[in-house]
């Protein structure tokens, strides 16, 4: 097939030609936005899973959304490194001083301008200056020096001027995990604030599974703030469709046999959904693809997946840290018990206490629960077993 015409799309956060699914999640945000009209309260949002299984993608899909509907949105990336924190508030300050100029709403607007002076002042307690200068800083607002108060009343007077043109403040945080913990304490509470004051402000975050875990550890009252869903592999019927409709809108189409087998490979994930798509079309040499074409795009497309999606998780993992991987994949993708761990490896739970933390850290692994860890990463312990010793 034409090179230059294949429909898919595989990569961190790349935009899906077709997507499959995510309705569920799309429809309970679009409830947020219809109750905002109404100036009803609601639940932020958290959307939990493995890597790769499009979390970045709807993330971005429901911001665009709030976009639409005229709502006053940030987006934030959690990064795990402390010189990653910095970072964070500085695209925080950069995120508030554009969103303050889009923002275009007809009673707000004005209202908004005398927030100015808030996000301003906001902007200079995270370090970084803020909307133009001939803004002044708020005297007494958001200047405190202490995360908690100060976000909370950039929150009040933002979310305050948006709620006459029945908006809403939103945040957008991928990688929810990796923010610090001073700054998601302070995003959780200032969320707890909003919901009794009535101040149309949400937290829409999307992170590894143990994000849920990670917020309520942080505050436990996190459990009843956010409304939590959980993404993973696509249902049937939408893996089949995120599969053939980008071909079908090319021109192209599957043998029945054709599209078992690659529904098969992918586990209807949808990072392999893309991968292996791009692959059949890329090796077919015509249409329908035939389930010879299949096998060739399952091979390379594993092939491409070896060099990509797993190997950049693997290079990061150092010499110890991937003997720890090793002992684990023994388990398959289910998860590993922490004491069967060391045993294979012959050392004591506590001297494999710091790798653990290390690759928790680096997000490659989880833990599900006490006493056990399992791969972010679907396939990661195929992966691993393919892998010569090192
Ligand atoms: N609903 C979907 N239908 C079809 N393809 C999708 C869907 N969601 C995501 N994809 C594709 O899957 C790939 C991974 O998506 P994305 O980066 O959003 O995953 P993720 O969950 O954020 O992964 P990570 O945890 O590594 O950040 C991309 O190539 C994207 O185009
Ligand atoms: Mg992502």
Redesign the pocket.
Known sequence: MHLELNP???????????????QQEMDAFDLIVARTKRDLPNRGMVLS????????????YLRSHADNHGWFTIWLEGKPEAQGFTEVREKFARELTSAARRYNGPSGKDRLREAFGTIQSFNLALGVPGIKADISVSANRANSGTIDIDLEELVEDVSLALKADKSAFAIFI??MQDLDQELLSALITVQHAAGQRGWPFYIVG???PNLPTTLSEARTYAERLFTYRT?GP?ADT??HY?LTRPAKEMGAEYSQDALDVLLDASGR???????FGKAIWDAAPSTPFTEEDAEVAVSIGRSQLDAG?FSSRWGRATRKERGYLRAMAHDGDAGSSTSQIAERLGVKVTALGPARAQLINK?IIYSPKYGQVAF??PGMSGFILRQQED
């Open positions: 898919y799309n595989p990569g961190s956060g790349l935009p899906p030609r077709v997507m499959g699914g995510r899973g493995l890597r790769g299984v499009g979390k970045t993608v709807l993330l971005n991928d990688e999307a992170g590894l993404i696509l939408d893996a995120a994930y949808p990072y392999f959904i893309q991968e999606f997000g972010t990463v």
